[in-house]
T-cell receptor
Framework: AQSVSQHNHHVILSEAASLELGCNYS??????LFWYVQYPGQHLQLLLK??????LVKGIKGFEAEFIKSKFSFNLRKPSVQWSDTAEYFC?????????????FGAGTRLAVHP | DTGVSQDPRHKITKRGQNVTFRCDPI?????LYWYRQTLGQGPEFLTY????????KSRLLSDRFSAERPKGSFSTLEIQRTEQGDSAMYLC??????????????????FGSGTQLSVL
């Protein structure tokens, strides 16, 4: 069965700390991988995506993620977090065939960054 | 605002009542999706429209749920005989049809702010 697992439900960091959020997936076939972010009071928005090519993808606001096929992982990283990164982060996987019309999301990780 | 809009933002209803939500996608987007999100979980896929055609429905969508997109523009999601377990955030998203090109931005999903349903 297709699934996405996010290892941490809550993460608390101080500003300037490094961030790594884990994401593992189970999916038969070629996958597209995504990280979405939801800032407090706002809608979900795309942070970054991987379709093919360089497994290290860079997104907005200094975030990056690395696709490791052998580990079925797509971890999100940021070298130095800011208070404004406080949000909920969702990893998602979608199929290639016919587009990605059915994303499967993980349960999300709530990140709180303290000044 | 040219994003995806959903109405209402909040809906409180009594068990057994019917409710209807509306989603207005970004105007040029031909694909529309409904997701449901409960507390502590990520969004779960409910159904998908390409233009006016409903092409996929999740098993989560029981017979009490019906979605329409009559003219390929806005969509409605109706829940009949609501149950307490229907309490959730109902999210709508839209996108342009995927062109198959990695460089394309057409595959990006744009989400609305959702409708929070509380069934008492």
């Amino acid at each position: 069965a297709q699934s996405v697992s996010q290892h941490n439900h809550h993460v608390i960091l101080s500003e300037a700390a490094s961030l790594e959020l884990g994401c593992n997936y189970s999916y038969g076939g070629t996958v597209n991988l995504f990280w979405y972010v939801q800032y407090p009071g706002q809608h979900l928005q795309l942070l970054l995506k991987y379709f093919s090519g360089d497994p290290l993808v860079k997104g907005i606001k200094g975030f990056e993620a690395e696709f490791i096929k052998s580990k079925f992982s797509f971890n999100l990283r940021k070298p130095s977090v800011q208070w404004s990164d406080t949000a909920e982060y969702f990893c998602a996987v979608g199929g290639v065939s016919g587009g990605y019309n059915k994303l499967i999301f993980g349960a999300g990780t709530r990140l709180a960054v303290h000044p | 605002d040219t994003g995806v809009s959903q109405d209402p933002r909040h809906k409180i209803t009594k068990r057994g009542q019917n409710v209807t939500f509306r989603c207005d996608p970004i105007s040029e987007h031909n694909r529309l999706y409904w997701y449901r999100q409960t507390l502590g979980q990520g969004p779960e896929f409910l159904t998908y429209f390409q233009n006016e055609a409903q092409l996929e429905k999740s098993r989560l969508l029981s017979d009490r749920f019906s979605a329409e997109r009559p003219k390929g523009s806005f969509s409605t999601l109706e829940i009949q005989r609501t149950e307490q377990g229907d309490s959730a955030m109902y999210l709508c998203a839209s996108s342009l049809e995927w062109t198959g090109k990695v460089e394309s931005t057409n595959e990006k999903l744009f989400f609305g702010s959702g409708t929070q349903l509380s069934v008492l």
